[in-house]
């Protein structure tokens, strides 16, 4: 992959190759028997619930209710990416909540409302990351302390903002978003009234992301970065801008996640998303990001939160109790990480 | 260091791929198990003779606003065991202050095709979408406690304490307890409808039978222990001849005695509470406080499931149930 391994005698080369190519053999069968293995899964699974489980309808719901971790997760997955972390995520969907709400109150025209509601939703978000992310690129103060630190403000700005009480939404089209649903013809195939608007912005997300993390310059700065930040900035890679895109970014990936929620309830709370920002760290780390930085994937993470929705969804299904889904939960992340973590020595040894 | 992230991505990217193949598999597998389960109900039905309701037992999710507070969990006992004289199976889920977690458990309970929904909302008025959803998925929804207040879904019933009456019996402990004479302060919450209701009973009742006592100040204090002291403190300077204090819930009154306590004034201003919680039940034992109205959060989970039941059978339960609320003055 780097220049200098071209220069490498060829024989070596052509080993390497071959064991690259070993590699690819056993990840193909490795990916084969998981495939498997989750197909069991999963029929058991359908099985215990009566089939309840694998309906269409309710496949849909776990992606409805993991889009908000999702596309929280995404931001976060870029900002564990360069070894920091956002813990404020949480607490700016319901600053961001509450301002879209109080905009929506104060504009009663449809489309005006939606428009202001949501430029006001997502550059809150953006300048709220910008403040998250400005200290720690320029007096180098760590993330966990900025973060935290606009944790607390953004929640008692929004408990500031509304008095302590929810404020209600009633402009349709903002609610749609969170409440809607687009493709009826796709859905009447499987006698659902289509795909739900919320899934399909956490595609885009997801894809987008994936996207900019994989296949371009920006993408591969934030891994260069995380992985050795020092060499990054002596290699010319603009390591202030990158890091401060990066909380911004997942600042406005909360506003948008917070649009949908905020849909979704009709409501903007100030009470909303307590405890998100360790919902969607979770989602990150199950998904195979380390948190040490330089490594990690959006794939991983959607993976992650779709795993985290799915055992809340088959623990409600099982009627499975509420304090020990908790257990379940903490549990199921030790593992998965562990796993990952004894893979990835396995593979290097 | 590049090497096995590249590899991570990419095997993480056919685990993904291989997750959606199986996700699209499970969505026509399971298309197929609908209708078999489908057909095997109607197998049932066409044995029996009898509507499928009476033949196969009827199943209510439940998702209260606080599993860890003793209120509901007594509230939970409640349900249970009407449930199991009617041979009901019931399903409990915290919501834990969150209604974007409680709706997503109301989501599951369609999923899973319960039969009725009771719901203590998180949020009043965001409870909305969620009944919402019940409703179009043709599921009765009931509320135990805390009524919705949003503009849309439709609740059969309300089965909640009667706050009204509550504030009835606290009047009625602080005005014997000071043989109809006096000057009182109320610390108050008044953002909150049920407290709203208690201090509106309690007036009237007040009004009725005991005109000689006197409401100098109804002061807010948000409910909360520390603040209720504060409060009491101020009041106390501020009025050195108070003779009695109502406090809307337990943690108002239990602040109050805290602060009377320090001014050396135990039993020289009588203190009403409400919700006889264990701690307000032993200072009323030990003669700190007067008395409190008692609310029976059983008997609400109770009826919640006797108004299913009237549901089931055909009958149409009133829309508002409330509960008669007790009165506790010590053992």
Redesign the interface.
Known sequence: MTAGESVAAQAVETQTQKAAAKKQRAALLRTVGLFIFLVIVLAVLNRATHGNFLAPGNVLNVLRQIAVNAIIAVGQTLVIITAGIDLSVGSLIALTGVLMAGTLASHPSVAVGLLLAVLVGLSAGGFAGFINGLPVVRFGLPPFITTLAMMLMARGLAFMYTNGQPIEIDNHAFNSIGNGFMFPSLGHLIGIPGIPTQILVMLAVVLVGGYVLTQTRFGRYVYAIGGNEEAARLSGINVFGVKLSVYIIAGALAGLSSLLLAGHLNSGSPQSGVGYELQSIAAVVVGGTSLMGGRGSISGTFIGALLIGMLYNLMNLLSIQSYAQEVVLGAVILIAVLLDQLRRQYLTT | ????????????????I??A???A???T???K??N??ETSSNVSNTQSGAPAASSAPKTIGVSLLD?EAQFYQTMEQGMKDQAATYGYTI????A?????KQ???V???????VDAIILSPA?S??V??AIVEANNAHIPVFTADIAST???GSVVSHVASDNVQGGKVAADLLGNALHGQGTIAIIDEP?VTSVQDRVRGFKQELGAKFPSIAIVTDQPAGGSRKKASDVMDNLMQQFPNLSGVFGINDDSALGALAAIRSAGKVGKIKIVGYDATPEAKKAIDSGAMVGDPEQHPDQIGKLTIDQIHVYFSGGSPPPKLPVTVGSYSGK
């Open positions: 260091m590049r090497r096995p992230s590249v590899h991570a991505v990419r095997s993480a990217w056919l685990a993904s291989a997750c193949v199986v996700l598999g499970g969505l597998a399971c298309s198990s609908q078999t389960s599993l399903a409990f889920q915290d834990n202050h969150d209604q974007a709706t997503s458990q989501e599951d309970f369609i999923s899973r095709r949020d008025k965001a909305g979408p949003a503009s849309v953002e």
